[in-house]
C-alpha cells in the first residue's frame, strides 16, 4: 500500500502534489504489487480449452476486476481478441465471442469455439479501460498467435459412384457419390461436372438445392438430375435439351479441389465414364425376380437376380426377409453385379420353411420407376388412383 | 413488363374456414426455459408474438424460440453491413469460407433481422443463430437459456399413411427445404436423399405430442389430373383477398391448375400455376409486399436475378392445363430487377424495403437494405 505524505509542499498545492507524488511512487516503488512493464499476454494452445490471460496485473487491478459486473461488452473494451485470414486483419471485423473471468491472478478469456488452423489471432489488452485508480501504465499491448495450417497431406477419395455399371438409361434419375471420409459442404456444384464426349460441360444437369443431401457423416452424397432435364415419355423439353441422350457417351467428374472435412483436398479426382441406353420405363415387377433359396442348416447367402440394376441404396434399405414364424430375418445385405444382385446373409442359420422376401414397392430402379408405378414428376393420371405404399411379398422355399 | 413462360412457380391457395380467431391462444404453451440442443439450423420463420420456428434437418425437428424480441418499431433507417460473413467469421473465430449463411428472416414486430449460420461445412458444424438489429449491429443470439418447446417430426411419412407416423425401424432420411407459419401450423417442405420423394407436412403450433410423436397432417400437391412429386424450394404464407393461402415455388413443374379445397390431413391442396419458369431457373427466396395498393411477388433465383411478379387477377387468371407450345407465353407478367444482382437471401425489412444479402468482392457477402421495386 502505497501511503507516502510528503510534508515539504505547501497547502496551496498540496493535494495536487499529494497526487503526483502517490503516482510517482506508485509507478517507482510499488510495495507487493509487480513492475507495470511484466503485464503479459499468455497464451494457452491447447485445442482441449483454448484461452488467452492477461497475467502480471497488480492486486489492485485484480481486487478491483474481481468486484464488477461486467458483461462481455465491457471486457471486450479491456481485452478483445480477434480471428483474421490475410486481407481481413485489416478489415474492421468483431472481437470473438467467449467468457471473461478472473482466474489465478489473470484476466481470462475463452473463447466459445476452438482456435482454427491457418488463422493468426491478436490478442489487444487496453489499460486504458480500467479505472484512473489502477495500474494504467501498461498502456496498449498487443499479442498475436498463429496456429499453422496443416501440413499438405490429402488422403480422402471418392470411394464409389452408383449406379457403378457404365450403361446407364437416358433417364437416369439419381447418382450416389460416396468418400472415402467426411466432407465439406457448402458450394459443392462447382466441383462436379458432367461432360460429354467432345468434353464440353453439360449445363446445370443436376437439381442443385440449398439444402444439400448428405448421410450424417457427409461421406455420401445424393445428386438428382434435375427431373425438368429428362425427357418424359413423348413429351418434347423447352428450352435446354435433356442432360442425358440414348447413344451418346458422358463423363461425371469430382474434381480434387473439393475439400475433405479436414480442410485437405481430395488425393485425386475421380471420373466416371458411362455410355446411355434407351429409356427405362418399365416398372419393376417382381415376378422377374429371380431366387435362389440357400439351404436349410447353413448360412448361405440367399440371393436374388434382378433384370436390371436398382437403386443402391433403397436396395438395401427395403428388402427384408421373414421367416415362416413372420419374424424378419436379421442379416447382412450386399449387392453385386452392378446393383443387379443382391444378396443376404444371415446371422443364424436358415430353418427350413416358407420364407417370405418383403419388398416395399417405393423401390427403384435407376429410372426412379417404383414396383408396379413408371417414375412421373407430374402424373396425368386419375386420381383415384392413387399410389399407396405396400409391402410386396415373395415366398421362397428353404430346404 | 415481360411476359414468359414459367412452369415452376404454382400457386396453392387454400381456403380455410375464416373462424374468427379468439385471441386466447397461447402461443407460449409447453415452452419451458432452457438450452435447446440445436444440430442444425437450416431454415427459419417468424410466428406469432416474436416466436421463431428453426428448422433443425439433423434432429428432425422444429424448434420454437422465444425470442422476447417484441418490441415493435418504425424505424426505417437503412440497413448495410458489408462483408457479413466475415464479419460473422470474427465472431465465432474462423474465417469467412467457414461459414455457411443458410437463412435470413426479419422479426416483423421489431424490424431485427435474424440469420441461421452454420460455423463450419463439415459433419460437425455448429449451428449458430445471429440478429442484425436496426442500428446494423451484428450479435450472436444466446441459445443458454432461452424459452422454446420442440416439435419433431415422425419418421417420413410414405405415401397412403396419413396422420401421426410410427417410428419405422428402417426411416428414410429427409432434408427440410423450407418452413413457414400459417394460422395455427407449422408448414414444412421436404426431400429426401434417396427416394424421389417430397413432401409438405404441418404441424400444429403450440406443438402436441401425440403417441407417436409430434401431431402430423400430410398434404399432397395433387388433384384432378395431376400430381406433383417435385420438390418445394420455397414457400409463403399469401393472402388472395382474405382468404390465406400459400405460394410455393416447385422445382419442376408443367402449367396446371389446381382446384381449390381445405387444409385437413390428406386433403389434396389444389394449386393455380402463375407463372412457368425454364429450366435454368432456381428459385431461391420469396416474398409477398404491397406497393400502391397491389400486391406483389418478389423471387430471388439463382439463373434469373430478381423477378417481380404481377399478382393481379390471380383469382380470376385463366387456368392453364397443357404446356405453352412454340414459344408462347401465359402466366402473369413480370420483369426483372437487373440492379439487384447476387442476391443470395430475401426477406422484407418493413412496407417499404426489402432485406437482402448478396455477393461483393470475392467472397464478401453484403447484407443491405433495398427499396422495394
Given at each position: 500500500m502505497v501511503g507516502a505524505v510528503c510534508l515539504t509542499f505547501s497547502e496551496f498545492g498540496?493535494?495536487?502534489?499529494?497526487?503526483?507524488?502517490?503516482?510517482?511512487?506508485a509507478s517507482s516503488f510499488p510495495a507487493n504489487s509487480v513492475e507495470p512493464s511484466s503485464v503479459s499476454i499468455r497464451w494457452h494452445t491447447n485445442s482441449n480449452q483454448p484461452a488467452v490471460e492477461v497475467v502480471g496485473l497488480n492486486e489492485e487491478t485484480l481486487r478491483h476486476l474481481l468486484n464488477t459486473n461486467w458483461q462481455s461488452e465491457e471486457w471486450q473494451k479491456l481485452l478483445s481478441v480477434y480471428a483474421g485470414q490475410g486481407d481481413s486483419m485489416t478489415m474492421n471485423v468483431p472481437a470473438m465471442i467467449g467468457s471473461y473471468r478472473i482466474q489465478n491472478d489473470a484476466i481470462r478469456f475463452e473463447p466459445k469455439f476452438p482456435w482454427q488452423r491457418g488463422l493468426t489471432y491478436r490478442a489487444v489488452y487496453r489499460a486504458a479501460?480500467?479505472?484512473?485508480?489502477?495500474?494504467?501504465?501498461?498502456?496498449?499491448?498487443?499479442s498475436k498467435f498463429s496456429l499453422p495450417a496443416a501440413p499438405y497431406n490429402p488422403t480422402t477419395i471418392v470411394s464409389q459412384i452408383y449406379p457403378s455399371g457404365d450403361v446407364l438409361p437416358e433417364n437416369l434419375l439419381k447418382f450416389y457419390v460416396h468418400f472415402s471420409a467426411p466432407m465439406q459442404g457448402g458450394h459443392i456444384y462447382e466441383h462436379i461436372h458432367l461432360r460429354d464426349e467432345a468434353g464440353h460441360s453439360v449445363e446445370l444437369p443436376f437439381l442443385e438445392l440449398e439444402e444439400e443431401l448428405w448421410n450424417a457423416e457427409m461421406t455420401r452424397l445424393t445428386l438428382f438430375i434435375d427431373p425438368g432435364r429428362i425427357k418424359r415419355g413423348v413429351k418434347p423439353l423447352e428450352e435446354v435439351g435433356p442432360a442425358l441422350e440414348e447413344g451418346k457417351r458422358y463423363t461425371l467428374e469430382i474434381d480434387a479441389a473439393w475439400l475433405d472435412n479436414m480442410g485437405m483436398p481430395l488425393r485425386e479426382s475421380f471420373r466416371k465414364a458411362f455410355?446411355?441406353?434407351?429409356?427405362?420405363?418399365?416398372?419393376?415387377?417382381?415376378?422377374?425376380?429371380k431366387i435362389s433359396a440357400p439351404k436349410a442348416g447353413t448360412r448361405d447367402a440367399l440371393t436374388v437376380a434382378f433384370p436390371e440394376p436398382m437403386d443402391q441404396a433403397l436396395a438395401l434399405r427395403l428388402i427384408r426377409v421373414a421367416s415362416p414364424s413372420g419374424r424378419l430375418v436379421q442379416g447382412t445385405s450386399a449387392l453385386a453385379a452392378h446393383e443387379q444382385v443382391w444378396s443376404f446373409r444371415p446371422q443364424e442359420f436358415w430353418t427350413v420353411g416358407a420364407h417370405q422376401l418383403q419388398v416395399q414397392n417405393t423401390i427403384e430402379d435407376l429410372a426412379g420407376n417404383n414396383i408396379g408405378k413408371v417414375f412421373e414428376v407430374d402424373l396425368f393420371d386419375n386420381v383415384q388412383r392413387r399410389f399407396t405404399n405396400a409391402v410386396i411379398k415373395l415366398s421362397f422355399e428353404v430346404r | 413488363m415481360k411476359m414468359l413462360r414459367f412452369s415452376f412457380v404454382l400457386f396453392l391457395a387454400i381456403f380455410t374456414h375464416s373462424t374468427v380467431r379468439a385471441e386466447t391462444t397461447d402461443w407460449f404453451a409447453g415452452m419451458r426455459e432452457g438450452k435447446p440442443e440445436l444440430k442444425s439450423i437450416s431454415q427459419l420463420a417468424f410466428g406469432p408474438a416474436g416466436i421463431l420456428f428453426v428448422a433443425d434437418t439433423k434432429a428432425a425437428a422444429i424448434i420454437a424460440l422465444d425470442t422476447s424480441d417484441t418490441k415493435s418499431t418504425s424505424d426505417t433507417k437503412p440497413i448495410k453491413i458489408e462483408g457479413i460473413n466475415q464479419k460473422v467469421a470474427g465472431l465465432l473465430g474462423t474465417s469467412a469460407d467457414q461459414i455457411l449463411i443458410n437463412d435470413l428472416v426479419v422479426n416483423p414486430i421489431s424490424r431485427n433481422a435474424y440469420l441461421a449460420i452454420s460455423r463450419g461445412r463439415g459433419p460437425d458444424a455448429v449451428p449458430v443463430l445471429a440478429r442484425v438489429k436496426a442500428s446494423s449491429e451484428l450479435e450472436v443470439v444466446s441459445l443458454d437459456k432461452i424459452r422454446f418447446s420442440r416439435g419433431d417430426l415422425p419418421d417420413a411419412p410414405v405415401d397412403g399413411v396419413v396422420g401421426e407416423g410410427n417410428r419405422q425401424s428402417n426411416p428414410r432420411q429427409e432434408s427440410i427445404t423450407d418452413i413457414a407459419f400459417l394460422e395455427d401450423r407449422v408448414l414444412i417442405a421436404g426431400l429426401s436423399s434417396e427416394e424421389f420423394a417430397s413432401t409438405l407436412r404441418a404441424i400444429p403450433f403450440p406443438f402436441k405430442k401425440v403417441e407417436h410423436g409430434t401431431s402430423v397432417e400430410i398434404y399432397h400437391g395433387a388433384h384432378g389430373r395431376?400430381?406433383?412429386?417435385?420438390?418445394?424450394?420455397?414457400?409463403?404464407?399469401?393472402?388472395?383477398?382474405?382468404?390465406?393461402?400459400?405460394?410455393?415455388?416447385?422445382?419442376?413443374?408443367?402449367?396446371?391448375?389446381?382446384p381449390i379445397s381445405e387444409l385437413k390431413p390428406g386433403a389434396k391442396i389444389k394449386g393455380k400455376t402463375i407463372a412457368e419458369l425454364g429450366n435454368r431457373n432456381r428459385p431461391l427466396d420469396m416474398i409477398v409486399y404491397q406497393k400502391d395498393g397491389k400486391d406483389y411477388i418478389?423471387?430471388?433465383?439463382?439463373?434469373?436475378?430478381?423477378?417481380?411478379?404481377?399478382?393481379?387477377?390471380?383469382?380470376?387468371?385463366?387456368?392453364?392445363?397443357?404446356?405453352?407450345?412454340?414459344?408462347?407465353?401465359?402466366?402473369?407478367?413480370?420483369?426483372?430487377?437487373?440492379?439487384?444482382?447476387?442476391?443470395?437471401?430475401l426477406d422484407k425489412l418493413d412496407s417499404q424495403h426489402a432485406l437482402v444479402i448478396r455477393h461483393g468482392d470475392g467472397l464478401l457477402l453484403n447484407l443491405e437494405s433495398l427499396p422495394l421495386p
Open positions: 498540496f493535494r495536487a502534489s499529494l497526487l503526483l507524488v502517490a503516482s510517482w511512487l479501460g480500467l479505472s484512473a485508480r489502477i495500474d494504467k501504465a501498461s498502456g496498449q499491448i498487443i455410355r446411355v441406353s434407351a429409356q427405362d420405363r418399365d416398372p419393376p415387377s417382381l415376378q422377374t425376380w | 395431376f400430381e406433383t412429386r417435385a420438390p418445394i424450394r420455397t414457400f409463403v404464407p399469401f393472402n388472395v383477398g382474405n382468404q390465406p393461402s400459400l405460394l410455393a415455388a416447385y422445382t419442376c413443374t408443367p402449367l396446371v391448375q389446381f418478389l423471387m430471388a433465383n439463382s439463373s434469373r436475378g430478381i423477378m417481380k411478379i404481377d399478382t393481379d387477377k390471380i383469382e380470376k387468371a385463366e387456368s392453364i392445363t397443357e404446356h405453352v407450345q412454340g414459344g408462347g407465353t401465359r402466366g402473369q407478367p413480370y420483369e426483372t430487377i437487373a440492379s439487384w444482382a447476387g442476391v443470395d437471401q
